[in-house]
């Protein structure tokens, strides 16, 4: 099925819907104690635990979109149900995380959000929606038609060279390998770019973490080629934002993400990249293929 504009359109507004009201129940619990369950899936804490008030977001947005997939012939993958396979066979599928940042939640600390995305068979991000309950923010985006927050036009900031280069990436790469010669060529890479220095910056949540360097200079976004990690709803919502936004979202060779990968829903296979212009990116990745 080719969507038209304004099928993407009210899709859109659907998919807002959903996050508005997952946000409304998550909010709803913040003060609350929840049951935290370990889940089967996951290499990390972040990636395995899971709470009630997880279930009860994708409950609402389920209810809202569900019926969506019969009109339009769609297939549904989600965080907290198992993957059935149809995103292979159907002309576009949901890719729905209720709540990206999890153990945030639990500790009561801002970075979690509500993201939703469509998805293309071949793995192009058609749609995306992001809602950050605790700052009341959404995102959104359609293929071709701009990235907005709150309503205004997202556009990437420019470089300032007043300030350092910044790497903001999950508390887990405090333990790889290649830190020390990520930071060192990190400072290599904000020399070349007429930058203040470099450091790197440690924030669990996939989603806000890419929300957020979209509308700050000089950072970005990676994860190291690893077994395990991330998965296509942390990604997909936020990789159609950078795209209309003019930003780069890839893996960290530059390549596009494979946002429909056949053999699982895992995408550090091939790392991740996030960065406010091509010049940083081109960057990151010859930072990463000379250390690797």
């Keep these: 099925m080719i969507f038209t504009n304004a099928q993407l359109q009210e899709l859109t507004q659907q998919a807002i819907t959903a996050a508005l009201a ?67 066979f159907k002309s576009a599928f949901w890719s729905i995380d209720p709540m990206d940042g999890t153990l945030n939640f639990i500790n009561g600390q801002p970075g979690f959000s509500v993201s939703i995305a469509l998805v293309a068979k071949n793995g192009t991000p058609l749609l995306g929606v992001v809602y950050d309950p605790v700052e009341n923010n959404l995102y959104q985006a359609v293929r071709n038609a701009g990235a907005y927050k709150n309503g205004e036009r997202l556009k990437v900031p420019e470089q300032n060279p007043e300030q350092s280069l910044v790497l903001r990436t999950d508390f887990s790469f405090q333990t790889d390998p290649l830190l020390e010669q990520t930071l060192s060529g990190l400072q290599d890479v904000a020399h070349k770019l007429g930058l203040n220095g470099a450091k790197i910056e440690y924030r669990n949540g996939a989603v806000l973490n890419a929300c957020e360097i979209l509308e700050a200079p000089n950072i970005c976004y990676f994860k190291y080629p690893k077994p395990g990690g991330g998965s296509l709803w942390d990604f997909a919502a936020t990789a159609c934002l950078y795209h209309e936004a003019g930003a780069i979202a890839s893996d960290i060779y530059g390549q596009a993400m494979d946002l429909n990968r056949q053999d699982s829903t895992l995408m550090n296979h091939r790392g991740l990249l996030y960065a406010s212009d091509k010049t940083l990116a081109d960057h990151i990745v010859t930072l990463y293929r000379t250390i690797s």
């Design 22 to 88: 997952a946000g409304h129940i998550i909010n709803a619990h913040r003060e609350s104690k929840v049951r935290v369950h370990k889940k089967e899936t996951g290499t990390s804490t972040a990636a395995q635990v899971v709470t009630e008030v997880d279930h009860k977001a994708q409950a609402i947005i389920l209810e809202i979109l569900q019926p969506l997939c019969e009109e339009y012939d769609l297939a549904l993958l989600t965080e907290e149900s198992p993957d059935n396979g149809q995103r292979q």
